[in-house]
């Protein structure tokens, strides 16, 4: 099937939407990478913004003063250049059709802040700042203008509801709070940061309940998503069976690597994204005004 038969979009999007600590950022990784797609991490927008405000002064109470930073919100993404075999971990090394890549990086202006972003403080100020129905819209164009930019997986809470409703593949991954809590938990020891086990649970509970009950957005399955309950699963085989899933349902794209994505290379020049034939070397930035 040619661009012009396929059902949705010049390019195949898979959204990936859920509560926070349920797999979803590993998932979705590790899907692009075994799928050859760029991952765009939409929470990785909003935890920009929080910083922003921060050095900006800005409160992250201040609606309109925080969609006004939104709009012209320096973040650009680097998806990765191929790292050296040495650097391969397990996972990788067993994805047979997964390229080894160096891990994307998030750039807030000339910082690279793509730990920082990752701290308690930030995670907290993400979530105020994505309440504000206002932040929501005015970050939702570049979600949209990102995402258009090659075949990609879109990470967040409201991809499949609100920023791509008509992505042809959703899923909502989610897991039990207890173990949520205790994967948070795991992954902030690992990195190194300080955590408090109960307060690691308080915290996401806190931050579950607002994405859940804010106006607008709300993290809420959409009725065409298939659901994924990770609490049991090993992300392993929640991979395998996602991955069998995508494979099957993109066939009406045949080659997302093929002629589609070089006919279109270095023709997004409103969203200011250089993209190249294989979109996991690309990279992809917001507007600067
Ligand atoms: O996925 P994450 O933990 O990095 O997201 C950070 C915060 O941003 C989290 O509180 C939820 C919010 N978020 C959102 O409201 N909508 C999205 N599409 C992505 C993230």
Same mark, same amino acid.
Not at 54 to 73: I, R, T, Y
Not at 97 to 113: D, I, M, N, R, T
Not at 183 to 209: I, Y
């Given at each position: 099937?040619? $661009? $012009?038969?396929? #059902?949705?979009?010049?390019? #195949?999007?898979?959204a990936i939407d859920? #509560?926070?600590? !349920?797999?979803k950022?590993?998932?979705?990784?590790?899907?692009?990478?075994?799928?050859?797609?760029?991952?765009l991490d939409t929470g990785?927008?909003?935890?920009?913004?929080?910083?922003?405000?921060?050095?900006?002064?800005?409160?992250?109470?201040?609606?309109?003063?925080?969609?006004?930073?939104?709009?012209?919100?320096?973040?650009?993404?680097?998806?990765?250049?191929?790292?050296?075999? /040495?650097?391969?971990?397990?996972?990788?090394?067993?994805?047979? $059709?997964?390229?080894?890549?160096?891990?994307?990086?998030?750039?807030?202006?000339? %910082?690279?802040?793509?730990?920082?972003?990752? $701290?308690?403080?930030?995670?907290?100020?993400?979530?105020?700042?994505?309440?504000?129905?206002?932040?929501?819209?005015?970050?939702?164009?570049?979600q949209?203008?990102? !995402?258009?930019?090659?075949?990609?997986?879109v990470e967040g809470r409201d991809i499949? @509801?609100?920023v791509?409703?008509?992505?042809?593949? /959703?899923?909502?991954?989610?897991?039990?709070?207890?173990?949520?809590?205790?994967?948070?938990?795991?992954?902030?020891?690992?990195?190194?940061?300080?955590?408090?086990?109960?307060?690691?649970?308080?915290?996401?509970?806190?931050?579950?309940?607002?994405?859940?009950?804010?106006? @607008?957005?709300?993290?809420? %399955?959409?009725?065409?998503?298939?659901?994924?309950?990770?609490?049991?699963?090993?992300?392993?085989?929640?991979?395998?069976?996602?991955?069998?899933?995508?494979?099957?349902?993109? /066939?009406?794209? !045949?080659?997302?690597?093929? @002629?589609?994505? /070089?006919?279109?290379?270095?023709? @997004?020049?409103?969203?200011?994204?250089?993209?190249?034939?294989?979109?996991?070397?690309?990279?992809?930035?917001?507007?600067?005004?």
């Amino acid at each position: 099937m040619n $661009s $012009s038969e396929a #059902p949705v979009g010049a390019f #195949p999007v898979i959204a990936i939407d859920g #509560p926070a600590g !349920a797999g979803k950022s590993t998932v979705a990784r590790q899907l692009a990478r075994r799928l050859g797609f760029f991952l765009l991490d939409t929470g990785a927008i909003y935890r920009c913004l929080a910083l922003h405000a921060q050095e900006q002064g800005v409160s992250w109470n201040a609606g309109p003063a925080l969609a006004g930073l939104a709009a012209e919100l320096p973040i650009r993404f680097s998806h990765g250049a191929p790292a050296p075999d /040495k650097d391969r971990d397990g996972a990788d090394a067993e994805a047979a $059709s997964a390229p080894a890549l160096a891990e994307e990086q998030v750039f807030l202006g000339e %910082q690279v802040v793509t730990q920082s972003i990752r $701290s308690p403080e930030i995670s907290l100020g993400a979530s105020q700042v994505s309440a504000h129905p206002e932040v929501r819209s005015a970050l939702l164009g570049l979600q949209r203008r990102l !995402a258009a930019t090659g075949p990609c997986v879109v990470e967040g809470r409201d991809i499949g @509801t609100v920023v791509l409703p008509a992505a042809p593949i /959703k899923l909502f991954l989610t897991a039990s709070a207890v173990v949520r809590a205790q994967r948070r938990f795991d992954e902030l020891s690992a990195r190194g940061v300080a955590a408090d086990r109960g307060a690691t649970l308080r915290e996401q509970e806190e931050r579950d309940r607002r994405d859940a009950t804010r106006a @607008t957005a709300p993290l809420r %399955q959409a009725d065409d998503a298939i659901l994924f309950d990770t609490s049991e699963l090993g992300l392993d085989q929640v991979l395998d069976q996602i991955e069998a899933i995508c494979r099957q349902r993109l /066939k009406p794209w !045949a080659s997302p690597l093929g @002629t589609d994505a /070089k006919d279109t290379t270095g023709t @997004t020049g409103t969203t200011g994204t250089t993209a190249t034939n294989d979109p996991l070397q690309s990279e992809s930035s917001a507007p600067v005004a």
